[in-house]
Every structure is written in structure tokens, then in C-alpha cells.
């Protein structure tokens, strides 16, 4: 068989990137992060859609340079429709059916949701092993937070989501609370390991079925470091690592007790992590603790793969591009995950 170049661009919030893709392996994977929101505690729309206008055409220049191929080579273009910030969504939209039509090939549209999971298929030796049909996906992003039930590539279906905040949302918003910039995720990740994940018990939310909630954390870690600081202004400053441990370990324990229940429930054992905070290491070890505590296999994405990137989006417009299923000039990007 003929091999097949994908160019795959991701754009829905505040990362630009594109990846090239020679039939399942990476060839390139480019990722510009925006600093502009550091000091926001969160994404400003406005600001990322500028910034991935100023971004795109030199991402993409670096991935065909990186990958050594010439765009003439691509046989399809893979773009992330939705979910994400509508303005920066039509950056990459709009360059990608530009890209499309230039170049006479094939437009492939990716659900952001779905690429984080399909990710776990990206060819890689350092990687071996991809996940067996059916199988659970913990799928933790700064937007979303889902229990996925995986049949097929293109068969999905969420059995649990959060009904306010996303877990990466929960991370952000405490590191705002103590004073950490923007995304807070990685930094709290950072000083938990320093920190005793017991120092300080927060309750857990009591939600039905398979499903979250992160907004009563979030309260609660507010309550609680108005009264110490009332004692002690220096308190966040002095007890950074402890909050950060403790946190984390809510979080980590609100999530893994709902994953169990999904998989008792489902009698399934495989069971997979996706979305930027699947880059949390305590999250990750929590997964291989489960492994062998309940016999699970787990398969946790590398690094690069866990936050966004293209090349998730590269491997979704891959198998894609094998079943024929190509996108409509006129289809118009969405905000809202929808199956
Ligand atoms: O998937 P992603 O890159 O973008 C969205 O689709 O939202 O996820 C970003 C989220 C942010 O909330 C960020 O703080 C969180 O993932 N994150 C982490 C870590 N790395 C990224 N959260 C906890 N620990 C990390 N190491
Ligand atoms: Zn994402």
C-alpha cells in the first residue's frame, strides 16, 4: 500500500499545533504554547485567537520542515472542529479548508474529545502496547472530564461527565487561589511532591451514578484559606507544598473512585487515561497502583500526547482518511462536546 501523509492541526484553545503524520508514526509534532494568559488565571479568548493567527503558518512551515516533506506530499488535512473557544476553533478551520481546497485534498474534521483518546494508537516504540476494544477512558482536560466507553475507533460513548467544573479547571482554579499563574495544573503537580497528600482533608463531592463535580472543591479551599489566613498571612506562602499535595490527592481520589465504579459496573478491565491532566504524575501513579491492586491494564499516553497537540489530531484524521470520511467546506466549528 501506498504511504499516506496527514497534516493535522489543533487549535481549540490555547495551544497552536500542527503534526505530520506518515500513516500511523509521527513525523512531526509542533507545539506553540501561549504565555499571554499567564497572568489572566485562565485562557482570554480574545488573546488566544490572536495568538493563534500570529502561530499558524510558522507551526506549520516547522512540522513540513521537521517531517521533511513537501506539502505536495499530504494526501489530507486533519483540523479540530470542536469542542473549544469558538475564535480560536476558525483559525484552524479556516487555514485548514484554505489548505484543503489549495492543495485539492480531502478536508477531515476531529473532535478534540476523541483525538485525546485516540491518541493512545499513535505508532511508537517506546509505546508498544495500544489499548483493546472495549475499553474505559478517563478523559481529564481543562474543559472537560469524561468517562468514556471505547467500542471501536469511532463507536464512543460517555457512561459519566462532570456537571460543573473539569478536573484541569479544579487544578487551574486552586493554583489561582494560592497565587500561581496560569495553567496552574503542572505547577501544583510540581510542589505536590514536596507536599504530604494528608495534611489537609477536603471533602469529597456526593454526586450519583458515574458522574463529577469539582465547583464544591473549589469553595472549600477558598473557606478554608480565608480563616488561616486571618491567622497567618504567610500561611499559603508557608504551606505551598501541603495544599498542593492535598489537592491534588482530592482531586486524584474523586476521580479514581468514579473510574472504579465505571469499571465495576462495565466488568471492564482496560482501562486508559487521556486529556492534559493525564500528564498529572499522581494521577499516573494512581493508575498503575489500580493495576495492580485490581488487575486493571492501564495504558497511560506519553507526555507529549497528553496535552493538546496535533499529533492526536493527525492520528483521528488517519483513520479517517482510511474509512473515507471527509469533511464539507461548509461545516462550521462547535463549541459544546456532542457525540
Ligand atoms: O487537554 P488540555 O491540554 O487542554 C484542553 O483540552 O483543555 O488540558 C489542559 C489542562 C489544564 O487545566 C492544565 O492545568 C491541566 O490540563 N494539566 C495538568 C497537568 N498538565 C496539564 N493538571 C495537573 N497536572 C499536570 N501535570
Ligand atoms: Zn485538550
Redesign the pocket.
Known sequence: MMDTYILGIES??D?TSAAVLKNNKILANVVANQDVHKFYGGVVPELASRAHQQNIIPVIHRALDIAKINKNQLNAVAFTNGPGLLGSLLVGASFAKSFSMALGIPLIEVN?MHA?ILAHFIDDPQQPEKPEFPFLCLTV????TQIMLIKDYFNMQVIGQTIDDAA??A??KAAKIMGLPY????L??KLAKEGNPNAIKFPHPNIPDLDFSFSGLKTSILYFLRDRLKENPDFIEQHKADLSASIQHTIIEILMHKLRKAAHQTGIKHVAIA???S???GLRNAMIQESDASGWKVYIPKFEYS??NAAMIAITGYFKYVKGDFASQKLTPFTRYSD
Not at 141 to 144: Q, R
Not at 183 to 186: K, L, S
Request: aromatic residues 4%.
Open positions: 481549540s484553545c495551544d478534540h485525546h482536560s481543562g474543559g472537560h484541569g479547571e487544578f487551574d495553567p496552574g495544573g503542572p501544583i503537580d486529556g492534559g491532566v500528564a498529572n504524575s496535552t493538546d
